[in-house]
């Protein structure tokens, strides 16, 4: 038989770490030091042993083969094995904490812990999930780098957390959603899935968690670590980890995750995906997941004054002499493109023109793919005789506790939240008469901009309708009217005015559907006739 020559053994890595903590043992064990770490291939494979006595009698040992090492701040570390995995759950050999004594030893272990790992990579040796830190994450195959980089960048910075700390609607609601459910976090193991701050950590040590991981991918985990380290009470029970969760390994399972991953339309930034992610990686079966479920709500509108100032944007390329040049060629491709950008701002209720339907997402079930595309059927009855200039959208989440079930709303008429409301306007409103259906579609496609194309089309029935401008009095006619806009590229209006003239006996909560679940189902309808807009500014809502 033919033998392999034998390899000569790589010289070991010799370190010393302050301490560290044995997190399998209830209380976790603390064994200090100094502590010599080593790494080293006398048994035959990379492994980093740590010596728990001088005379090298007992040791803790890791195969670097199955090892994850994550930093959890300047001076500490998170060093974990992987035990056995099966279909649907990976669980964990053994995990602690290191303590180092400088900054510069600190980085010397990960640096010798990465040119170790990178030689179990080219020995051709299997990692969790098949990857190495550097590697490709699955976040990274869907997400440009550019957009990644802003939308790191942007939440890293403390100014960004402090504006929405100051959202008291939603803080208070998160607070309050934890504070009232405590059964469900007393003695529980709880993930906080991009925590930014650390607040919601905060909110669950308060409540009682037995250990939170605290998973923050941007610079904010280093805030977050100062903050909890300022309530140090809270703070003995809070393992801050830097990275993304769809990387990071964790030492057990979580019996409840906490999240904030709401965007504009709910579904803007694409966090919701990270956020059902971190539920099939780390929840335990029969979970709890904090929000629960998702609505996005939507009904139609009739806003005079936002249409007329959107349209006017444009007036600039009318220009046919502007320093000798004519413009007008790109009127109408300008036209169309402030008509794409979504609308943010807060608005008065009574702008509603009929019920709202709602599409729910529930947390706990929905798949990641599910998210790609979200395609919502529309169907409404006109309260009212109105030019309808397009959809109006908000949304709300369900905290299902055990004890209160609590949501958070960001309805119009409710208290105003950061994430404020979103309007999309057609360019060609369409008009209706009392009690007329409108139909259409609401088709939202993921982008690797961490956002949506969301395309509308709304349709009147065509029964005794009325076009307005030319045409006006030649009724039945079908009027569809489409658009497609970037949510990525929003029109931020929250300083305009807000000057309505609405009828008196309309209520501003009258066409607002509170708790209704139920989805209505349709057909599209495919018919398509756009008139041009109309110079006609005046709306009557009755």
């Not at 504009?264 to 929000?291: C, H, Q, W």
Request: charged share 20%; glycine share 8%; aromatic share 10%.
């Amino acid at each position: 038989m033919d033998t392999l020559p034998a390899q000569n053994p790589k010289p070991h890595h010799n370190f010393t770490v302050d301490s560290i903590n044995l997190l399998a043992s209830t209380p976790p064990k603390h064994v200090s030091g100094p502590l010599s770490a080593v790494f080293g291939s006398a048994s035959g494979f990379p492994e980093l042993q740590f010596f728990l006595e001088p005379d090298g009698q007992h040791s803790i040992n890791f195969d670097l083969r199955t090892t994850q090492l994550f930093r959890l701040g300047e001076l500490q570390s998170l060093c974990v094995s992987e035990g056995s995995e099966t279909v649907k759950e990976k669980t964990f050999s053994k995990g602690i904490t290191i303590q180092f004594k400088e900054e510069e030893e600190s980085s010397s272990f990960h640096g010798a812990f990465e040119q170790w790992k990178s030689d179990v990579t080219i020995q051709g040796s299997t990692l969790p999930n098949g990857t190495i830190s550097s590697s490709k994450s699955k976040f990274d195959d869907k997400i440009e780098s550019s957009s990644a980089k802003m939308y790191f960048h942007y939440y890293g910075q403390l100014l960004h957390q402090q504006n929405m700390l100051q959202d008291y609607v939603r803080t208070g609601s998160y607070y309050a959603a934890v504070m009232e459910n405590q059964a469900d976090f007393a003695g529980r193991v709880v993930v906080d899935v991009g925590a930014g701050s650390g607040i919601l950590s905060l909110f669950a040590a308060q409540a009682g968690a037995k250990h939170v991981y605290a998973v923050e991918a941007s610079e904010m985990a280093d805030y977050a670590q100062k903050l909890i380290a300022g309530n140090p009470i809270l703070g003995q029970r809070i393992t801050v980890i830097k990275g993304k969760v769809e990387d990071v390994e964790l030492p057990e399972k979580a019996d409840i995750l906490i999240s904030e991953p709401m965007g504009t339309l709910l579904v803007n930034e694409r966090m919701l995906e990270s956020y059902v992610i971190a539920r099939d990686r780390f929840l335990v079966p029969n979970g709890k997941m904090f929000p629960t479920v998702g609505r996005i709500h939507m009904a139609p509108f009739s806003d005079e004054y936002l249409y007329v100032e959107v349209a006017n944007k444009a007036l600039f390329w009318q220009q046919q002499n502007y320093y000798g040049v004519d413009l007008t060629a790109l009127h109408g491709t300008a036209f169309q493109g402030y008509f794409s950008q979504p609308v943010v701002d807060a608005f008065d209720p009574r702008l509603l023109v009929a019920p709202a339907v709602s599409h729910v997402i529930n947390f706990t079930t929905i798949k990641e793919e599910d998210l790609y595309e979200i395609d919502v059927p529309l169907k409404f009855s006109a309260s009212v005789g109105t030019r309808v200039h397009g959809l109006a959208c908000w949304f709300d989440v369900l905290f299902n506790g055990s004890t209160v079930q609590r949501w958070l709303t960001t309805a119009p008429g409710a208290p105003t939240t950061h994430w404020y409301q979103l309007r999309c306007v057609l360019s060609q409103p369409i008009y209706v008469m009392p009690g007329q259906e409108i139909t259409g579609r609401l088709h939202m496609i993921a982008h690797s901009a961490q956002s949506y194309t969301i395309n509308l089309t709304m349709s009147d029935s065509g029964c005794a309708a009325k076009m307005w401008g030319p045409g006006a009095e030649q009724g039945g006619i079908l009027q569809t009217s489409s658009c497609r806009l970037d949510l990525k590229e929003p029109y931020y209006r929250m300083s305009q005015p807000q000057a309505y003239s609405v009828a008196q006996d309309q209520q501003p909560n009258q066409l607002l559907q509170s708790q209704d679940l139920q989805l209505p189902s349709l057909d599209d309808d495919g018919s398509d006739f756009i008139q041009q807009p109309s110079n006609d500014s005046t709306v009557h809502i009755h």
